[in-house]
């Protein structure tokens, strides 16, 4: 017999021993544990305790899904005219389709309960309430391509996918920057600041970025002025440790429209990797729409690599 619950105070063990037991799908932390949860889930101010819903076979728990909403328009609280189910996680052997279909029935009964008029499956900004840091890469990609549980249960619901994120990596051991006359001739314009431990700039930053160590970089002319281009990282491993090797997420890569397609985003994010290099930092990892091709045609002259890829639900109907 299945049954399902809201989410209890007790449940932290149960839900961190559901992870663990999907300890080999590729794009899942492994530092899952109560306390992590804790701290990346469970303590945001807009955390509600029916939208994490809990399955149980037989008395026993077997799976979760969790559904939240995004931020509004001036990222200052929540909207729930948009809501996303951003996760579903099964124990491996249990009754997989009838448990997954039952816990999306139940994210959805609470979505349009908070007055969601659409219904989203996987989180991705600005639908990323929660799992930042333990699921996907720098960012929520959506549902991993590796989720098949889940991307299932979605398509099964009546879902259909509507968008498609690569997830890419650059290995700093082996990054070059890009030398001609036209990145020589931004060095002689501008200058880029660092930013160790940049505050966040708005509620929702806050919020969903406030438990990771962030740095920003702006480039600014030599001779003085506002930013024309900023990139922001986040710190990717477990409690902000300064382990040699490790790696860090972009988060955002912006330059101002008057400079865009200029070369002035390859000279940032060089400068950025390095000073990476000289603090022990050894591979950054990014994500973009594939729909994005400026994006992807940036990472590709600065020879990221696709180590992964997901995409966004939204239900039919």
């Not at 909207?79 to 816990?103: F, K, Q």
Request: charged content about 20%; hydrophobic content about 40%.
């Amino acid at each position: 017999m299945i049954s399902f619950r809201s989410f209890c105070n007790t449940d932290p063990p149960a839900i961190a021993a559901i992870w663990r037991s999907r300890a080999e799908q590729l794009g899942l932390s492994r530092a899952a544990s109560p306390d992590v949860f804790e701290q990346l889930v469970f303590s945001k101010p807009f955390f509600e305790r029916a939208g994490l819903i809990l399955a149980f076979e037989e008395g026993r728990p077997v799976g979760f899904a969790h559904a939240g909403f995004g931020a509004n328009e001036n990222n200052s609280g929540i909207s729930t005219a948009l809501g996303t189910t951003c996760l579903m996680m099964l124990e491996p052997g249990c009754s997989e389709s009838d448990v997954a279909a039952g816990l999306l029935e139940h994210c959805e009964e609470y979505l349009r309960g908070r007055g969601a008029q659409v219904l989203y499956g996987g989180g991705m900004a600005p639908l990323n309430p929660f799992y930042l840091g333990l699921y996907g890469g720098s960012e929520l990609p959506g549902v991993l391509d590796s989720d098949q549980i889940a991307r299932t249960a979605f398509e099964n619901g009546r879902y259909r996918e509507i968008e498609r994120t690569r997830i890419m990596r650059i290995d700093l051991n082996r990054f070059e920057s890009v030398i001609d006359r036209q990145q020589m001739q931004i060095r002689r314009q501008m200058v880029v600041e660092a930013q160790i431990d940049a505050p966040t700039r708005t509620w929702w930053e806050a919020c969903t970025l406030g438990e990771f160590e962030l740095t920003r970089f702006e480039m600014v002319p030599r001779g003085g002025g506002s930013a024309v281009a900023s990139a922001l990282f986040r710190g990717m491993d477990p409690s902000g440790a300064k382990t040699f090797g490790r790696t860090a997420g972009l988060m955002t890569c912006a330059v101002d429209p008057a400079y865009r397609r200029r070369g002035y985003a390859v000279f940032l994010l060089s400068e950025a990797f390095r000073q990476f290099q000289r603090q022990g930092i050894m591979t950054v990892e990014a994500q973009t729409l594939e729909t994005n091709l400026p994006a992807v045609n940036l990472y590709k002259k600065m020879k990221f690599e696709q180590i992964g890829g997901g995409g966004i639900f939204r239900k039919e109907g």
